[in-house]
């Protein structure tokens, strides 16, 4: 069984603004739910810890490019049974649109 969920918002706010609030991953679990806590490890790795349908999951995700007030992406690379196509941020024409998706599979007993 395979579990997909792809959320996009745009936000009406300042570009700096939003942007500075985006690429602050540590402060994810204070406004998306199910992200329980986010670690930033080095200058491009972070650990993830999050509830996702309901499965507690962590892994280890690498930030794909970096670009001040235009892009941020990361994805999934370890640890995880979840595959993640780089979650972005990207300039919108009033603010920014913000992208998230994941899949994650999951055994059930009894399934083919």
Do not use: H, N
């Amino acid at each position: 069984m395979t579990t997909k969920v792809e959320k996009a918002i745009e936000v009406d706010a300042p570009l700096r603004t939003v942007y500075d609030q985006w690429t602050q991953l540590e402060a994810f679990p204070r406004f998306m739910s199910g992200v329980k806590k986010v670690i930033q490890l080095s200058d491009d790795r972070l650990e993830w810890v999050a509830d996702l349908a309901g499965v507690r999951r962590q892994w280890i995700a690498k930030i794909l490019e970096q670009v001040p007030d235009r892009k941020v992406a990361w994805t999934a690379v370890e640890g995880a049974t979840m595959r993640a196509p780089p979650s972005s941020a990207r300039s919108a024409p009033r603010g920014l649109r913000c992208t998230c998706a994941w899949s994650t599979r999951r055994s059930c007993p009894g399934a083919q």
